[in-house]
């Protein structure tokens, strides 16, 4: 039952002939720069190491500043763009915070002093209206190119990519009146957070339209699991019989909470998230939840920042990315 | 239900009194380092940005390369990492490899050109036997002190700090021994790989020790979910009623290969995983598994890399560290 890998696995896992693949190998130069670079992906795929002469010089450092990793939404987001820097020629170099460890402030000082070609920022600092803007601008005016993925501040002055917090509240919402919910709470993030305040919104619109005799129900708690829990006690005392979370995380949370509480999701209580990663829809019961279009961000971010490194202007606009409503079983009609 | 973050709650967080964060809050040098931390790390996980005044002179920059981030055992190991190295006073940089992107060998000249103080490798080449190790010699001649984890070839001279996958395959073979079942398969990983050399060895120990009529049934392949879901298909044609698979994310491929074969997990078959991370419990069902000591194996490595970044020789052994087997719900009894 074993399995040998030869140069025609390699050649089929790119989709080229043998020969290419040879060429490659050899570091012969009559071979297209994306032919090279799927060599090379199915190379690393397969688990093979390269050979040492097809190593090439590096177009520059990027950074790229996210918040943390334990919610799996931003390994999503720092692959994603890693995988667009990287196929663009640049080297990306992850920096993540942890609680006391390196903050942004420190992680950008790093960046600028080691000549970064450019960064990338995650749900950062740009995202909190309480935070200080003057970072941003400083970088800028260092002529450091910068892109934000994830809900600017007003006072921004940087390209942002983001996901449509706002309508991705209301689709949660909208789907939970369909199946005869009156009774709708929102679990959200701290509400300095420019996506906790959109996500605030849209909730507030898509309720106070459809029911404008119930009041509303809103949490603002941590972007945790320990947050969601805490936040459907508070909820379901509320009578809640439908939550729209915030994060991923934050609704499984909230099952667990509403499980600690002796009822069943969805039977008794509908749970909607928010982000989607790989191992979301293998949770039981599988989430419902608003998907990011991460792909389509990333794609987007990485190609206004290589243009800025490039030389041209950037528009300072922040460009809304609308998120998809993905139906799974952690949500079910009103009993 | 707003709520409002005071210094009583950094206080609370940080368990320590008001009169301690408003010190450190105010740069006062009357403040244990440990305490100090504390309340940095309760700002943090609170949300709210440090004032100017906190920030410190980095120790110096420590590279951390990872194979991918898409299974979850690496942002676990790379924040458990990140974290002892803040807690430090180093920077981590965190180096991943997306198929295609920046290789391991390119991400260490950029860490040494840029001076870093020391590296540490998780799951890099060093686990791989048909691997280049010259590049390892080659740091150490220019001393760049480093550790790796998990699976050091035999060649390969610097501190290794590892979980004991021999033992770790025989827990998994043992459990399902225990449950009745006697046609036990194994999904393993490339076979030039350290890891699953070693998980072979103890797979093949244990079945044949308890079981010497049977055959030993092994399926060599990615450590992908498809790689899960293509051993399922081999393994059940030999008629397996319980397979150890070498990651979770296998795991999980395995059990959506089993269900595309009409089979229900765990009553016709039982899955155990390898690695454990936060969202594996809540997978549908919870995924059996058997648990990486992550953080023993974090601490005691960062340990060592600071010593040697300190100084000290350090010891070119590989210590091993015992895995635990956490019974959940895609394991049952024979039938």
């Known amino acids: 039952m074993h399995e040998r890998i030869t140069l025609s696995d390699i050649a089929e896992q790119a989709g080229v002939s043998t020969a290419t693949v040879s060429r490659v190998l050899n570091g012969k130069s009559n071979v ?27 177009k ?11 919610n799996p ?77 994830n809900g600017n501040a007003p006072t921004i002055k940087a390209p942002g990519f983001t996901t449509d917090d706002r309508a991705a509240a209301r689709m949660a919402v909208d789907h939970l009146l369909s199946l005869g919910h009156r009774r709708i709470g929102l679990a959200m993030g701290p509400g300095r957070m420019v996506p906790a305040q959109r996500k605030r919104a849209g909730y ?14 809103i949490v603002e708690t941590l972007y945790t699991y320990e947050g969601g829990a805490s936040a459907a006690r508070q909820l379901l005392e509320h009578g ?11 609704a499984l949370g909230v099952i667990s909470g509403a499980r600690a509480a ?23 019961p599988p989430l419902t939840t608003v998907r990011q279009p991460v792909e389509a961000i ?4 990485v190609t206004t920042l290589l243009a800025s490194i490039g030389g041209e202007q950037p528009d300072d606009t922040e460009m809304l990315f609308t998120p998809d409503l993905i139906v799974r079983g952690s949500t079910a009609p009103a009993q």
Chains 1, 2 share one sequence.
């Open 240 to 250: 809640c019989t439908g939550i729209v979370c915030s994060s991923d995380i934050m």
């Open 60 to 70: 520059g450092l990027v950074g790229l500043v996210v918040p943390e990793l334990s």
């Open 32 to 58: 297209a720069e994306v032919t090279r670079r799927q060599v090379l992906a199915a190379l690393d795929v397969l688990g093979y190491e390269r050979p040492e002469t097809l190593h090439r010089a590096s």
């Open 298 to 301: 990333c794609r987007a971010a």
């Open 73 to 149: 939404i931003f390994p999503l987001y720092a692959q994603e763009i890693e995988q667009l820097l990287a196929s663009g020629g640049h080297t990306p170099l992850l920096c993540t915070q942890t609680p006391g460890g390196t903050s942004e402030d420190e992680y950008v000082e790093m960046l600028v002093d080691r000549g970064v070609a450019g960064i990338v920022f995650v749900s950062g600092r740009h995202s909190d209206t309480g935070g200080d803007v003057t970072r941003y601008q400083r970088l800028r005016e260092r002529g450091v190119p910068l892109v934000t993925i």
């Open 204 to 217: 507030e619109d898509a309720v106070s339209t459809a029911l404008p005799d119930e009041p509303l129900r």
């Open 262 to 284: 002796g009822l069943v999701v969805p039977d008794d209580l509908s749970v909607i998230g928010y982000d989607d990663s790989p191992l979301i829809p293998m949770t039981d």
